[in-house]
């Protein structure tokens, strides 16, 4: 069969064209910008759906607190718009273009499709948590909304939540409305060396659990630390724990004095190395993620991340990984050669203090013959079949994507 | 409002029925005499009662399993309760249900520090999580006015939120795993103490669905850090327009204050008389601006929104100087729904959130209304995330007082969505707003809502009449229809 690429011009011919392939039971891989279409298990269609001309803002009110924009909106242009009156994506999302091997223009609704979230996590949530509303096609051709732009309404089920993540399986995002914060004034980080990652993890808890409002916490253990560009003065040997504070200026500046008395004193990195520095750790490539290499992503409980990467590097040799958020988010990178992409020993590790672990990065072949999401099983699995099923009967959507025939 | 017509059969196995659910239940768990099942026949939107089938109250997770899976195999339907506090009548009884009160899951589970959550019962109140931290310096941050009663399993039903959601998010965004047992007596546990879950956000599906799609068995929270300061400040603007554009101009500068409520004069006179907080009754319209953080920043803060309030006319600014008058600022707020209940036999709690720029419009609106049905209204607002609390007064002694009273309140929740804004913020659909859905969504969305019901409920047993104008008809809705023919886009390449 020959590859198409559909590109549709609005809304009713995006609905056309899946109405279309519904009829005719032919799967279709969506996209925008293109760039995380490595990311998940390759979808098994001969089409592509691509929204590249459903581009553009539709209403953005910064005293509203929200923007809406069709779905293939460049995010760049979106931080550009919202950064010009002072308000961000509190939600960080990081760009995984390095990383993912790809080029293409990161997506407003490629953000929330696949529900990023940056460092600011441990403060501010994900992508789910600032999706207010969206208008999205389903698996019939059927044009369907939900939600609203404003942040507080329960009015029905809370479909954002049902489509962030989703990965495209449900629907086809054709507009979305996300909520905005006012960037903070300043930003500013201290460092500290050579703490083991037991101790890491535990300083990032402590620090979390003050209040001095720390919205970002990473560590990065030697000898990746040192690959960081932002700051050249990183010592070659030592660990890095980072801690992010951000606020009003004499707010900031007070905060770094207060942790600084309570823990030790550190390093400081001022806004413009602190910002550099944590885009680098949000887009992961910098530290791990050389060429060819596996990248694991793993969710666990914050304090179990030591014994996890520590599990995971006793068993494959050449292992690394460094924690963001606090060690809720573990990256770990895994030699190509290794037997199952190092899948099972990364999956046991976690099985006792819970949590998820994705392939985030590996072959085509291997994200086919190893499940990428951590597989779900018995009734939610059922659950989450039934579910796709309602919204894509013919199973045309991405199919595939997030698990087989999911 | 209409609810379904009970089942004649169902009510004829009424005694097969209480005696399936002792066998599953034991002893006072459940509850068959007409008086005791009383005390359950309405939530707290009291204008509608229902007398329940029976009501069941299980101890243990086994034992909500075994009644669901008997409910579901013996075709009879479920209205799960918390505490029954719901507003919108989200644990509103039904004649042919039983009535599945989750009051004896009271137990804390875990309270895990170094990864900031707490596991609960759902049967847990709100405030009790809060009581549980507070000594280590920890709080949980949605604080809905009935936190005292309300349980934490009825704030995942309805992500409930508070004066505190603008800068900490509702109930959906502190919640970070549950277990829940769908209708068939299946047992699902999503998220934990870790960030997000594989697959569907079904954690986020989950909360606010009102009961409709599986029952809370366990609650898994995040506690954040108390602020080591607050200071709030209470300001009274000559005009609502005034307020408003104050309130804009505050998220203007960048400021999201922890709390920041308005009041018009009339809701403002009445709390003042309930409980003597000496709010300025000049006033046309009253802010509780509350700045929380370090003590560099509150500071800070305070002088920012001084300014900002100056430069709108403000016509009285206090702020608070110690702990007991910050109290004191917000007493009045939280009281004022009981302080109206003061000056009326009855009053109707509205719940619309509009977009912020809106408000003296819709306010102005709402006071036209006020002679055009003959009922007063006294408005709170939750000023900084655009949702409004008209409370309209009337007497349900007056014959058609009630039902002008809820036609008053239709129409503020129509203009809430002709002005950009929804029906409703924080207190569910329920069955107050259930004929309303209309309004906001067509039959497709309405449809897309159903099929989600149906993949966890299709037999529809779940919370039937609640949420939905219709009840769902799931075999109908997974019929595959194709759209044949309709080749209006010729020259898009075909497959």
């Known amino acids: ?373 951590q597989p779900l099983a018995g009734p939610l699995e059922a659950l989450t079949r039934r579910i796709k099923n309602g919204f894509d009967p013919h199973g045309i959507l991405n199919p595939g994507r997030m698990q087989q025939g999911i | 409002m209409l609810m379904p017509l009970p089942e004649e059969s169902i009510l004829a196995r009424r005694a097969e029925i209480v005696a399936a659910l002792r066998r599953i239940v034991p002893g006072e768990g459940v509850i068959d005499s007409k008086a005791e099942r009383r005390a359950y026949e309405c939530d707290a939107l009291t204008a509608y009662r229902a007398l329940p089938l029976v009501v069941v109250l299980p101890e243990t997770t086994e034992q909500v399993v075994a009644v669901l899976r008997y409910c579901s195999e013996a075709g009879v339907k479920v209205v799960p309760r918390g505490s029954g506090t719901s507003l919108s009548g989200g644990a509103l009884p039904l004649e042919d249900a039983v009535l599945l009160a989750m009051g004896k899951f009271k137990r804390i589970l875990d309270i895990d520090i170094e990864n900031r959550c707490v596991v609960v019962q759902p049967g847990v109140t709100n405030l009790a999580i809060t009581h549980a931290v507070q000594d280590q310096g920890f709080y949980y941050a949605p604080d809905p006015s009935s936190q005292i009663a309300c349980s934490i399993g009825g704030n995942v039903a309805e992500n409930s939120g508070g004066v505190h959601c603008l800068k900490y998010g509702l109930t959906t965004n502190n919640v970070i795993g549950i277990e829940f047992i769908t209708i068939e007596g299946e047992v699902i546990r999503v998220g934990g103490k870790h960030y997000d879950a594989a697959g569907y956000d079904l954690l986020g599906v989950m909360v606010g669905s009102e009961g409709l799609l599986g029952v809370v068995t366990e609650v898994t929270v995040r506690i954040l850090p108390k602020p080591p300061g607050a200071r709030a400040l209470l300001i009274g603007f000559p005009s609502i327009e005034q307020a408003g554009d104050c309130v804009a101009d505050i998220i203007g500068h960048g400021i999201i204050p922890g709390g920041m409520e308005m009041m018009d004069r009339a809701a403002t006179h009445a709390a003042e008389a309930f409980v003597h907080a000496d709010y300025p009754l000049d006033a046309e319209a009253l802010l509780i601006v509350e700045l929380d953080g370090c003590v560099a920043e509150v500071h800070h803060l305070v002088d920012a929104v001084e300014g900002i309030a100056a430069a709108h006319g403000a016509n009285s600014v206090r702020t608070s100087h110690s702990e007991e008058e910050r109290l004191l600022f917000w007493a009045g707020r939280k009281a004022a729904f009981p302080a109206v209940g003061r000056l009326s036999p009855d009053f109707y709690c509205m719940d619309g959130t509009i977009p912020r720029r809106r408000l003296s419009e819709v306010l102005l609106r709402i006071r036209q209304m006020e002679g055009q049905y003959g009922l007063r209204v006294a408005n709170v607002f939750h000023a900084g995330d655009g949702n409004l609390h008209p409370l309209i007064m009337y007497d349900a002694n007056k014959p058609g007082e009630l039902e002008r009273a809820e036609e008053f309140g239709n129409d503020i929740l129509r203009l809430c969505v002709e002005v950009g804004g929804v029906l409703t913020g924080e207190h569910g659909v329920g069955v107050e707003k259930r004929d309303l859905m209309g309004t906001m969504f067509n039959e497709i969305d309405l449809n897309q809502q159903q099929r989600l019901k149906c993949a966890f409920d299709p037999q529809s047993l779940l919370n039937p009449g609640k949420m939905f104008p219709q009840l769902c008809r799931c075999a109908e809705l997974g019929r595959v229809h194709v759209h044949g023919g309709q080749m209006r886009f010729a020259d898009i390449p075909r497959f």
């Open chain 1, 1 to 373: 069969m020959r590859q198409t690429i559909l590109r549709p011009a609005d809304a009713l011919q995006t609905a056309e064209i899946i109405a279309r392939a519904a009829a005719e039971n032919t799967p279709l891989e969506i996209r925008a910008g293109g760039s995380k279409q490595a990311f998940g298990r390759p979808v098994d269609a001969a089409h592509t759906l691509d929204l590249t001309h459903l581009a553009g803002i539709l209403d953005y009110e910064p005293a509203e607190l929200f923007i809406s924009a069709k779905a293939a909106t460049p995010l760049a242009q979106i931080r550009e718009e919202i950064e010009a009156h002072g308000q961000m994506l509190a939600f960080e999302p990081p760009d995984w273009r390095t990383l993912l091997q790809a080029g293409g223009e990161p997506t407003l609704g490629g953000t929330v499709a696949c529900n990023l979230a940056g460092p600011r996590r441990v403060r501010a949530g994900a992508a789910r948590d600032h999706f207010l509303g969206f208008s999205a096609i389903d698996g019939r051709g059927d044009l369907w909304k939900a939600g609203g732009k404003v942040v507080k309404n329960v009015t029905g089920y809370d479909m954002c939540k049902l489509q962030a993540g989703a990965f495209g399986t449900l629907s086809v995002l054709l507009d979305c409305t996300l909520r905005l914060l006012p960037k903070p004034e300043t930003s500013r980080s201290v460092i500290y060396f050579g703490l083991p990652d037991e101790e890491a993890v535990r300083v990032m808890a402590q620090a979390l659990n003050s209040p001095h409002e720390v919205s970002a916490a990473a560590h990065l253990p030697a000898p990746i630390s040192a690959r960081a560009s932002a700051a050249p003065d990183f010592p070659l040997d030592k660990s890095v724990t980072v801690l992010r504070l951000e606020g009003p200026r004499p707010s900031v500046a007070y905060r770094v004095e207060m942790l600084e008395a309570w823990h030790r004193p550190g390093l400081q990195l001022g806004e413009a190395e602190s910002e550099r520095l944590w885009l680098e750790i949000g887009s992961v490539q910098k530290f791990l993620g050389g060429t060819g290499s596996i990248l694991w992503r793993v969710c666990t409980s914050p304090s179990a991340a030591p014994s996890v990467l520590h599990n995971v590097r006793n068993q494959i040799d050449g292992a690394e990984g460094f924690y963001d958020w606090g060690g809720g988010l573990l990256w770990i990178e895994i030699d190509p050669s290794v037997t199952d992409a190092g899948e099972s020993i990364v999956r046991q590790a976690i099985l006792r203090s819970g949590g998820h672990a994705t392939l985030m990065r590996a072959g085509a072949g291997q994200r086919a013959r190893i499940p990428v999401f």
